[in-house]
């Protein structure tokens, strides 16, 4: 079945860059998500990737995709203190609504 | 427009008791899940539903039931709760898929112990 793998924790500065990591196994995957999840509420989505794309930009947040290696990376520039949360990456083949989701990477800011 | 809405939001059940979570969204989507997280663990699915009156099992189905009487409502229903099933459990919903990108909608989570 599909698996996807994040490390547990991260800690950085704030001002600093964050780049949070995931590795999946499904080669069918067709949509990569990045969701948030902040104490005590649900997880919401930050951005999402389609699996012909290398890389997408949005504002703070860039996401890479390399899907040889299956390799998707969340990086968020100037991390601040409000970016402290544990953050989710998901997949799902074929544009279904099944997502897989990793075990959720807590992030860190330090001032 | 309240999203996705989970009632309650704690709960403890003593063994053997049963309970129903209830779900409920407002957006006209036609699929419904239920995950459960645990830490270390991520969100495992336990049931979801692609439209009124069908659901499926998910990856961590036993103990839990569910119907889809409606397309607001997606209830689960803990049968006889056991320890193993305390946990936080997250309702989502999303647009029906033809391919197209859909992400889930996410309920603010009930949080359930059961001792």
């Known amino acids: 079945g599909e698996d996807v793998e994040q490390s547990l924790f991260l800690s950085v500065r704030e001002g600093d860059s964050s780049v949070i990591n995931c590795t999946y196994t499904?080669?069918?995957?067709?949509?990569l998500y990045w969701y948030k999840q902040e104490p005590g509420a649900g997880l919401q989505l930050l951005t999402y990737i389609f699996s012909n794309m290398d890389m997408k930009q949005d504002q703070r947040l860039t996401v890479l995709l390399n899907k040889k290696d299956k390799h998707l990376s969340l990086r968020i520039a100037d991390t601040q203190t409000g970016d402290s949360a544990i953050y989710f990456c998901a997949e799902t083949a074929g544009g279904g609504n099944k997502l897989t989701f990793g075990t959720g990477t807590q992030l860190k800011v330090e001032l | 427009n309240a999203g996705v809405t989970q009632t309650p939001k704690f709960q403890v059940l003593k063994t053997g008791q049963s309970m129903t979570l209830q779900c409920a969204q407002d957006m006209n989507h036609e699929y419904m899940s239920w995950y459960r997280q645990d830490p270390g663990m991520g969100l495992r699915l336990i049931h979801y539903s692609v439209g009124a009156g069908i659901t499926d099992q998910g990856e961590v189905p036993n103990g839990y039931n569910v119907s889809r009487s409606t397309t607001e409502d997606f209830p689960l229903r803990l049968l006889s709760a056991a320890p193993s099933q305390t946990s936080v459990y997250f309702c989502?919903?999303?647009?029906?898929?033809?391919?197209?990108?859909?992400?889930?909608?996410f309920g603010n989570g009930t949080r359930l112990t059961v001792t």
């Open positions: 499904d080669s069918s995957s067709t949509y």
């Open positions: 989502a919903s999303s647009y029906g898929s033809d391919g197209r990108v859909s992400p889930l909608h």
